[in-house]
T-cell receptor
Framework: DTAVSQTPKYLVTQMGNDKSIKCEQN?????MYWYKQDSKKFLKIMFS???????INETVPNRFSPKSPDKAHLNLHINSLELGDSAVYFC?????????????FGPGTRLLVL | AQKITQTQPGMFVQEKEAVTLDCTYD???????LFWYKQPSSGEMIFLIY??????QNATEGRYSLNFQKARKSANLVISASQLGDSAMYFC???????????FGTGTRLTIIP
């Protein structure tokens, strides 16, 4: 009964490759997010989708392309991977954030680009 | 713009003692929410506690309480009777109401000593 799940948990790949990370939530939320946590543990939002529509795009390189096929899924595709893309990527979800709505996070995907 | 400051990069606390993790914030929003998350060494982000800017009482959730001082723009997390399992990174975060973007602090690494 996992609430927010991500696959894969670990991803090791070569520079220049293209890779995807998948996220699914079964909480009935209508808003999903991607965050990046760098090597210093700093967390920063990348994207947010509400009802399959993009609502936040935080100056992320256009090599990163999120896709939301439905409210329960938000995938992240990364083209031409670079060394600096190595990080932990977290998916999160919430109801549309009015007042108290809390974002619940997935377990993270640890991406290492060699 | 919103900013979260956590001035304690690391803390060591004896088991069973209470611990206070500091968090100050800056925002131009009139209404906002403050959140604390725990990240154990396994890497997942666990929601702990929420405080709304207009809540009259400080939030409590089991051993966690939030010492909210609006005039000082501080939202410190208090953990009572600390346990070894409390050893983790702790992140303070905030967002304005109606704003999807959750802004995180740099985190405090808490280590509980037996």
């Amino acid at each position: 009964d996992t609430a927010v799940s991500q696959t894969p948990k670990y991803l090791v790949t070569q520079m220049g490759n293209d890779k995807s990370i998948k996220c699914e939530q079964n909480l009935g939320h209508d808003t999903m997010y991607w965050y990046k946590q760098d090597s210093k543990k700093f967390l920063k939002i990348m994207f947010s989708y509400n009802n399959k529509e993009l609502i936040i795009n935080e100056t992320v390189p256009n090599r990163f392309s999120p896709k939301s096929p439905d409210k329960a899924h938000l995938n992240l595709h990364i083209n031409s991977l670079e060394l600096g893309d190595s990080a932990v990527y977290f998916c999160a979800s919430s109801h549309f954030p009015d007042r108290k709505e809390t974002q619940y996070f997935g377990p993270g995907t640890r991406l290492l680009v060699l | 713009a919103q900013k979260i400051t956590q001035t304690q990069p690391g803390m060591f606390v004896q088991e069973k003692e209470a611990v206070t993790l500091d968090c100050t914030y800056d925002t131009s929003d009139q209404s906002y929410g403050l959140f604390w998350y725990k990240q154990p060494s396994s890497g997942e982000m666990i929601f702990l506690i929420y405080q709304g800017s207009y809540d009259e009482q400080n939030a409590t959730e089991g051993r966690y309480s939030l010492n909210f001082q609006k005039a000082r723009k501080s939202a410190n997390l208090v953990i009572s009777a600390s346990q070894l399992g409390d050893s983790a990174m702790y992140f303070c975060a905030m967002r304005g109401f109606g704003n999807e973007k959750l802004t995180f602090g740099t985190g405090t690494r808490l280590t509980i000593i037996p």
